[in-house]
Structure formats: structure tokens, C-alpha cells
């Protein structure tokens, strides 16, 4: 007897469909995974409110009404981030997988966004934001952007060259350095900063090397950057010898697609801290160090370390 061939299941919902990539632009317009559940929640009313029939591309769509609803957010975060106490970075995405991703998983997560970008696009308005991140990164037309902005296609490819010039100006790019130059400077880090190396840390920091810091007012950390190799070298020393009790340890792991480390503790792989870099000619430039609790929930515990 000739089996039936099992007929096809209900089509998936655009929207669950594409959550992943709505999140991903959300998170990257926004710089909050907090934020972006939010804005995926008034996303998802709102599609089924629409008249789904009438909508030919349900992805393109999508997109429209997420971004509209970042752009809304945009302005009263940035008075929030005013008021934050110590400096606001953003919430870091952290993987622990030891193989690459491929290109097509990268690009729907718009993994090339580091965190060091993101905090320069703090500095964008708005919609330079959204422009520039909707293009540069996840490859959206001009003609789409200006539908989600309420501008000409023409206003909106000026908006792009011009958040995408002060990117530049601030010594960012999508994609950022060679990964392998990237994580040995990582590696050096990590290494001296276990020994308590003063030394061997001002080797791999760059002369004119910044220190951020996000405690939140939560947990203490420099309400200001730190400048200098010097400076920053005994400041990290003086944190391992406070942090690295026999219960502590630190790993390497992608953080915002780039290598990075989280500072975890042994027993439960609780993540009490994350290390973001950016790296040029071989020296960490800047450091980006989230450690206030609540932007470190989502990170799943380190595992067989």
C-alpha cells in the first residue's frame, strides 16, 4: 500500500516568522533588549490589527511599523540616558559558540553592529539612526527607510551619508578590525589582567586608551571614562584584585559578534560583568565594561569552563 503524502502544516505567521529579524533591528535602533521586547509587543497589536491580506511583503511591512516605533522611543531614551547615572551603554549580546556563525545567521542578527558602534550611535539623531542602521546594516533599500521616516528616498540616503560620515569621524565601522588581530589583543588582556600585570597591560593598550563603565548606579564602576594606558592598566589591576576571588574566573566569548570576555563566577556560571573591545593596529583603544545586573539577565550562565 503507497503511503499518503502527509499534507503540508499551517504556513508560519509572518510575524513569528520574522521575530528574530524585528528583534535584531529593534535592538540595534534601540541599544536595549528591554526596549526592543516592548516595541515587538506593540509591533505584534499591530499586525493583528492590519488588514494582512492587503499586505504583498508581510517582512517589509514589519519593518515599517518596528521602525516607527523605535523612532518614537528614540527621543524620550535618549532624555533617560541623560539622566542615567554614570555613563548608559548598551545591553551586550553574548554567545558562547566557538564556531563562526554563517554569513546569512550574521546578517540576520546584524552582528557586525559592536558594541563600541552602538555606543557611537547613541550620538546620532533619530533618524540618521535609523537610517544608517537599516541600510548599512541590515541592507534595507532607501525607498522602504523614507516609507518608515516619513522623508523623500532622497532626505533619507543624505541621513545615511551623514550618520555614516560620523561614524567614521568616531573611528567606527560595520564589521570593525581583523577578528583574528581582535582577539589576540582580547587574549593579552585577559592574560596580563589575571597575572595583575601592569606591565604586560599597558603592551596591549593603546597610549590614548579609554575605559567605559556601566554600573547603573547598581554596582560601583567609573561614572567617568578613564584616559590613558597608565591610568587604565592600575585601574584594572586594582578591579581583578577585588573581582577574582577563588569563586571567580574569566572567559573569552563573542560579544556583539566580536571577541570579548564575561566575568562569571565558577559555581552557578552567573555572569557578573562583560568586556567589550575595540581594537586598532593590535592595542585595545577603548574597553566597554557592562556590569549593572540588569542589563546582564538575558546572558545565559557560562557552561563548561
Avoid at 509587543?41 to 519593518?63: G, H
Avoid at 567614521?168 to 577578528?179: A, I, L, S, V, Y
Wanted: hydrophobic share 45%; charged share 25%.
Amino acid at each position: 500500500m503507497t503511503a499518503q503524502p502527509t499534507a503540508p502544516g499551517p504556513a508560519p505567521d509572518a510575524f513569528e516568522a520574522n521575530r528574530r529579524y524585528l528583534g535584531s533591528v529593534a535592538y540595534r535602533l534601540l541599544g536595549s533588549f528591554t526596549d526592543a521586547e516592548d516595541v515587538l509587543q506593540d509591533a505584534w497589536l499591530r499586525w493583528q490589527d492590519a488588514d494582512r491580506a492587503a499586505v504583498a511583503d508581510p517582512r517589509a511591512f514589519l519593518t515599517t511599523v518596528v521602525t516607527r516605533l523605535c523612532y518614537d522611543q528614540l527621543g524620550s531614551a535618549r532624555s533617560r540616558r541623560e539622566a542615567y547615572y554614570g555613563e548608559w551603554l548598551p545591553e551586550p549580546s553574548v554567545s558562547y559558540a566557538d564556531g563562526p556563525d554563517s554569513p546569512a545567521d550574521l546578517a540576520e542578527r546584524g552582528e557586525s553592529v559592536s558594541l563600541a558602534l552602538l555606543t557611537v550611535l547613541e550620538q546620532l539623531t533619530p533618524a540618521e539612526r535609523a537610517a544608517f542602521v537599516l541600510h548599512d546594516v541590515f541592507a534595507v533599500g532607501f525607498e522602504s527607510i523614507a516609507a518608515s521616516l516619513d522623508r523623500t528616498p532622497d532626505a533619507t540616503r543624505q541621513l545615511a551619508s551623514r550618520a555614516r560620515r560620523r561614524v567614521k569621524e568616531g573611528g567606527r565601522h560595520p564589521g570593525g578590525t581583523d577578528p583574528a588581530e581582535h582577539r589576540r589583543a582580547v587574549e593579552a588582556f585577559a592574560s596580563a589582567s589575571a597575572r595583575g600585570d601592569i606591565l604586560g597591560l599597558m603592551a596591549v593598550l593603546d597610549p590614548d586608551v579609554v575605559w567605559h563603565a556601566d554600573g547603573g548606579g547598581i554596582v560601583r564602576a567609573a561614572a567617568r571614562p578613564v584616559r590613558g594606558a597608565d591610568k587604565v592598566a592600575r585601574l584594572v589591576a586594582g578591579l581583578v584584585a577585588k573581582w577574582f576571588t577563588p569563586d571567580a574566573a574569566i572567559a573569552l566569548a563573542a560579544v556583539n559578534g566580536e571577541p570579548g570576555l564575561v566575568w562569571y563566577e565558577r559555581g552557578t556560571g552567573s555572569v557578573g560583568g562583560v568586556l567589550a573591545f575595540a581594537v586598532a593596529d593590535g592595542r585595545i583603544t577603548e574597553a566597554f565594561v557592562v556590569v549593572n545586573p540588569e542589563k546582564l539577565g538575558r546572558i545565559d550562565p557560562v557552561t563548561t569552563r
